[in-house]
């Protein structure tokens, strides 16, 4: 106790030697991050720190006199990388984006305490995609990058817009629509520029247009198909009512429905509704056209 009572009063009289130097590291995300920590002194250290600028942030410890190693709050993600008696070298593996911030490494020996910086900056590498949304509008995507992605095109567009949008743990993801106007050009080329990666994505113009002809044949299918249903539905209630109200009006027996394809029996008032509902299948829009 009488020793380590010593050991501290002699480190608090001891000059303070900040090593202005700034580690800056850039580690992507499931990756290690090793963060250095520079013996500038000729003397060796007694004890060497680790902790981070936040106050309840991982402290991590080794005192040589004693050859005693401390931990508070740290995840077993952060150790050291080697025995710190040789080299006092933090490892955080896998690094995640809450491990981004500034480092101090801290040694005091009989010269004084020396503190080192380090700033360490978490990258993520964005999905990206290629895509299309309508006619002529192509969609590149960079989803939840960090930092943002740069999305580029070839050929170079009059018609591209960016949109951009932060997510809460510091990722971003950018979407850039090219439009073309003319055909002229085959294909379009969209260019993912990113500290952690780049990449390229084709699309075929020819097989989009395609694509989109089949989509919009399919689309006018499909409207045909509800006009006929609620044209059949129309004229079926229309039936409905007539047959009601030629039940009601004896006076006026010899209507004739207009020759339709309405088949005799829906045409009967009590199962008219059930009728109309069971035939409301796409079978029947054939039935009825
Ligand atoms: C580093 O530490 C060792 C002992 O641990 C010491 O001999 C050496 O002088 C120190 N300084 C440098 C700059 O290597
Ligand atoms: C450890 O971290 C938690 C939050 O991550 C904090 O609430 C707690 O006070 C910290 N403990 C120490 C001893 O710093
Ligand atoms: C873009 O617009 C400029 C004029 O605003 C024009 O000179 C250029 O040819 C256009 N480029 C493309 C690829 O359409
Ligand atoms: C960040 O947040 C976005 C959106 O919530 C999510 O898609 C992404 O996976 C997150 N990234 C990381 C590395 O946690
Ligand atoms: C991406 O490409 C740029 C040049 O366009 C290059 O400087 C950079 O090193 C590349 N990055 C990766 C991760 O390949």
Redesign the pocket.
């Given at each position: 106790m009488a020793q380590k009572r010593a050991v501290l009063a002699v480190l608090l009289f001891l000059p303070i030697n900040l090593v202005e130097a700034l580690n800056r590291l850039s580690v992507e995300a499931g990756h290690e991050a090793v963060l250095n920590c520079p013996n500038i002194s000729k003397v060796h250290f007694l004890m060497v720190t680790w902790k981070r600028s936040c106050s309840s942030c991982c402290l991590l410890s080794y005192r040589s006199d004693q050859n005693k190693m401390s931990r508070k709050n740290c995840s077993e993600r952060i150790m050291w990388e080697y025995s710190p008696d040789s080299d006092p070298a933090l490892r955080i593996y896998p690094v995640n984006l809450e491990d981004e911030g500034n480092y101090i490494c801290e040694t005091v020996n009989s010269e004084g305490t020396f503190r080192f910086f380090s700033s360490l900056t978490v990258i993520v590498p964005p999905i990206v995609t290629l895509t299309h949304v309508k006619s002529r509008v192509a969609v590149c995507q960079a989803s939840a990058g960090k930092p943002a992605a740069d999305i580029s095109w070839i050929?170079?567009?009059?018609h591209s817009s960016e949109e951009e949008f932060h997510h809460p743990n510091g990722t971003v993801t950018r979407v850039s629509y090219f439009g073309w106007t003319s055909s002229s050009f085959p294909s379009v080329t969209c260019l993912v520029t990113h500290p952690a990666m780049n990449q390229t994505l084709v699309m075929d113009l020819r097989y989009t247009s395609h694509r989109l002809l089949y989509i919009l044949l399919g689309a006018a299918a499909g409207v045909s198909a509800v006009t006929g249903v609620t044209l059949c539905l129309i004229f079926r209630c229309r039936a409905c009512w007539l047959c009601k109200w030629t039940q009601q009006s004896t006076t006026i027996k010899t209507y004739h429905f207009p020759p339709s394809r309405v088949r005799r029996e829906a045409v009967q008032p009590p199962q008219c509704p059930e009728r109309i509902y069971e035939n409301y299948s796409p079978r029947s829009v054939y039935v009825c056209l």
């Open positions: 050929p170079a567009s009059n």
